[in-house]
Structure formats: structure tokens, C-alpha cells
């Protein structure tokens, strides 16, 4: 995972915010902006305050991509999405959207969250960009 290294000390007594995603582009056309846009929200989230840990993982030949971030805290989260760039790619990505496009929030006592309990937890997503049929 990227983002800073915390010790113990830091973390103990605190919560984080825990964000996964979902995000299958729908066409190929849409691939090309959709990782232009990736790099950017990238950029953007290593500059990020309060960005504590993040990854994505991909699925080029699916178009099938995921990302795990976790927060200092809520309103650290707030401030990024509504900034730019991922403010205009949260818009662009109700375009790109494939079915199943989805986020899901949850609160940890840990910043080490891996793969497999954010794939679980996207199960029962927060939210659907587009939910399946």
C-alpha cells in the first residue's frame, strides 16, 4: 500500500476511515480518459492531507479497477472528494460507469487494512454508481 508509514504509537486509541471502490469502465472509449483521470486523482491523493494509506488494483483486460484508501478522518475524506480533480472525475465516472460501480465506508481501529476485507465489504456497498440489473 502507498502512503506514509505509521507506527504504533500513532495509530493507538484512534480511528480511521476506511474507503473501497469498485469502478468497471463500461466501454473501451472511455478507458483511455477514465486512467488520465486515475493519474490525476493519484496526484492529487499523494498531496492529499489525511490520506493515510492507498492502493489500487486492476483488471486491464475486464476493465475492472479497485482502489483502498484510509483517512485520518471524515472531514480529510470530505475535502478530497470535493476537490479537484476527483471532484470532476466522480461526475465523469456516472458516464463511465460499468454495472456493479460501487464504494463502500467503514471505520477501523487499524490503518492496515488489506484486499480481502475490502473486497468482502464491498459486498454491501455504501453506494452504486450503477447498481446491477
Known amino acids: 500500500m502507498q502512503g506514509r508509514a505509521t507506527t504504533d504509537q500513532e495509530t493507538k486509541g484512534k480511528e480511521f476511515?476506511?474507503?473501497?471502490?469498485?469502478?468497471?469502465?463500461?466501454?473501451?472509449?472511455h478507458l483511455i480518459p477514465f486512467l488520465?483521470?486515475?493519474?490525476?486523482?493519484?496526484?492529487?491523493?499523494?498531496?492529499?492531507?489525511?490520506?493515510?494509506?492507498?492502493?489500487?488494483?486492476?483488471?486491464?483486460?475486464?476493465?475492472?479497477?479497485?482502489?483502498?484508501?484510509?483517512?485520518?478522518?471524515?472531514?480529510?475524506?470530505?475535502?478530497?472528494?470535493?476537490?479537484?480533480?476527483?471532484?470532476?472525475?466522480?461526475?465523469?465516472?456516472?458516464?463511465w460507469a460499468g454495472e456493479g460501480a460501487a464504494f463502500v465506508e467503514w471505520s477501523s481501529a487499524t490503518d492496515l487494512i488489506g484486499w480481502n476485507e475490502a473486497l468482502q465489504r464491498l459486498q454491501n456497498p455504501t453506494f452504486y454508481y450503477r447498481k446491477e440489473k
Open 36 to 95: 488520465r483521470m486515475t493519474s490525476k486523482v493519484i496526484n492529487q491523493l499523494k498531496k492529499s492531507e489525511g490520506a493515510i494509506r492507498y492502493t489500487v488494483k486492476a483488471d486491464f483486460p475486464r476493465k475492472h479497477f479497485w482502489t483502498l484508501s484510509i483517512w485520518s478522518s471524515k472531514d480529510a475524506l470530505r475535502r478530497f472528494v470535493m476537490s479537484e480533480p476527483h471532484a470532476t472525475a466522480v461526475r465523469k465516472f456516472s458516464e
Open 17 to 29: 476511515l476506511c474507503v473501497a471502490t469498485y469502478l468497471p469502465v463500461r466501454r473501451w472509449r
